[in-house]
Nanobody
Framework: QVQLVETGGDLVQSGGSLRLSCAASRSIFSFKTMAWYRQGPGKERELVATMISAGGKNYQESVKGRFTIFGDNAKNTVYLQMNSLKPEDTAVYYC?????????WGQGTQVTVSS
C-alpha cells in the first residue's frame, strides 16, 4: 500500500513563502505522475502543479512564477516551493501520485495566508 504524507502547511503572511513536502513510501521514480492539488474553502479541488516521470512540469496559471514543484528521489519526497503567497492561495494542499495502476492521495496539509 503506497502512502503519501504531506507536511509543511502553516499560517503565513501575504508575500511570504512555504515549502510543502510529500514523503512517499517508495521511490518517486516509480510513479508516472506526481502532483499537488488544493481545495480552498467552498471550492472544488484544483490542480496546482504536476511533475511527470519524463521530467516535464506544468503549473496552474495563477501560480506560475511563484510555485515550483521538484523531487528528491534519495528522500522519496516531492516538494512544492511556494513564494509570494497570496490570501487566495489559502487551501488544503494534497499530494497526488499515479503509477499506471491507480491513483494515490495524501491526507492534506493546511496552508493559510493572511492579508
Amino acid at each position: 500500500q503506497v502512502q503519501l504524507v504531506e507536511t509543511g502547511g502553516d499560517l503565513v503572511q501575504s508575500g511570504g513563502s512555504l515549502r510543502l513536502s510529500c514523503a512517499a513510501s517508495r521511490s518517486i521514480f516509480s510513479f508516472k505522475t506526481m502532483a499537488w492539488y488544493r481545495q480552498g474553502p467552498g471550492k472544488e479541488r484544483e490542480l496546482v502543479a504536476t511533475m511527470i516521470s519524463a521530467g516535464g512540469k506544468n503549473y496552474q496559471e495563477s501560480v506560475k512564477g511563484r510555485f515550483t514543484i521538484f523531487g528528491d528521489n534519495a528522500k522519496n519526497t516531492v516538494y512544492l516551493q511556494m513564494n509570494s503567497l497570496k490570501p487566495e492561495d489559502t487551501a488544503v494542499y494534497y499530494c497526488y501520485a499515479n503509477d499506471h495502476l491507480r491513483d494515490y492521495w495524501g491526507q492534506g496539509t493546511q496552508v493559510t495566508v493572511s492579508s
